[in-house]
């Protein structure tokens, strides 16, 4: 899932956003946009049902669950331990 190089790319200096996929009555997303904003990690929200048969979560996510966090570099993150801290 790497971006396909283009001219503009080349040039285009600002940092690719993390993709945050979420919907919006999930209070573990909620958790994880709060996360984001508090550290100041620049992402993208995108609000995505993972009930309805078109949700790109299912493609993302093996367990297709919200929330999912795609890096910049494709990789993606669905599950992070309660108890762990990041500072």
Aim: with cysteine.
């Amino acid at each position: 899932m790497s971006r396909p190089v283009t001219l503009m790319s080349i040039f285009d200096l600002r940092p690719v956003a993390m993709k945050l996929y979420i919907a919006t009555p999930s209070p573990f997303a909620r958790k994880a946009r709060v996360f984001l904003l508090e550290k100041q990690i620049p992402h993208e929200i995108i609000i995505d049902n993972p009930w309805q048969p078109e949700s790109r979560v299912k493609d993302l996510n093996p367990l297709a669950q919200i929330p999912t966090l795609v890096l910049n570099d494709g990789r993606v993150i669905h599950q992070i331990c309660s108890n762990s801290t990041i500072d």
